[in-house]
């Protein structure tokens, strides 16, 4: 089962909301990754969690927060959100954060966010 | 120059016809290689690693060039469901751990 499921599928926010992404994987990955997609763009790297601890975090704002409950949930706190933030956000999985061919990412369906 | 390159397309397709493209990469030090397909408004998934010495799965054959540096994706016999983008993947190692980076995509439109 490579299967990564992520909540809501929608989610429609206003700029002084708070609200969170939430990701979950029972593959017994390791390794887990939030993502942001603009429309006709790649997915851009936001954080990278290696056995539960944030490895990498590519300059995100702080008004994106990740928490990694625990080796199967990956949560993305939101607050004081712009317009411009409005995206799909794509969480991923992978047996470790290693670099072999053999270490796919899975990503989940994602979370379609506008901020109004 | 953009860590890795691709051909935006869209690159129309009889079906029933093969197809190739290619990526660039710019880093030697890249160590994995990946292709994903996206379709409108979905999340990307796994079409296939590439291995150093090139693999085959069904239709779809994938080659890695390092000298050159790009790797290349083929698709035989292609099918209307074919129709995606298609994203080459490249991961360079770094101390923290696992990053991709994705090229911006080919368009592939199969067409009947």
């Known amino acids: 089962d490579t299967e990564v499921t992520q909540t809501p599928k929608h989610l429609v926010m206003g700029m002084t909301n708070k609200k969170s992404l939430k990701c979950e994987q029972h593959m017994g990955h390791r390794a887990m990754y939030w993502y942001k997609q603009k429309a006709k763009k790649p997915p851009e790297l936001m954080f990278v969690y290696s056995y539960e601890k944030l490895s990498i975090n590519e300059s995100v704002p702080s008004r994106f927060s990740p928490e990694c409950p625990n080796s199967s949930l990956l949560n993305l706190h939101l607050h004081a959100l712009q317009p411009e933030d409005s995206a799909l956000y794509l969480c991923?999985?992978?047996?470790?954060?290693?670099?072999?061919?053999?270490?796919?990412?899975?990503f989940g369906p994602g979370t379609r966010l506008t901020v109004l | 120059r953009k860590e890795v390159e691709q051909d935006p397309g869209p690159f129309n397709v009889p079906e029933g016809a093969t197809v190739a493209f290619n990526c660039t990469y710019s880093?030697?030090?890249?160590?994995?290689f990946f292709w994903y397909r996206q379709d409108c408004r979905k999340e990307p998934k796994l079409l296939m690693s590439v291995y150093s010495s090139g693999n085959e799965d069904g239709r779809f054959t994938a080659q890695l060039n390092r000298a050159s540096q790009y790797i290349s994706l083929l698709i035989r016999d292609s099918k209307l469901s074919d129709s995606a983008t298609y994203l080459c993947?490249?991961?360079?190692?770094?101390?923290?751990?696992?990053?991709?980076?994705f090229g911006g995509g080919t368009r592939v439109l199969v067409k009947p």
């Open positions: 991923a999985s992978s047996h470790d954060s290693g670099s072999s061919s053999y270490n796919e990412q899975f």
């Open positions: 993947v490249v991961n360079l190692p770094q101390a923290a751990g696992n990053k991709l980076t």
């Open positions: 880093n030697s030090a890249s160590q994995s």
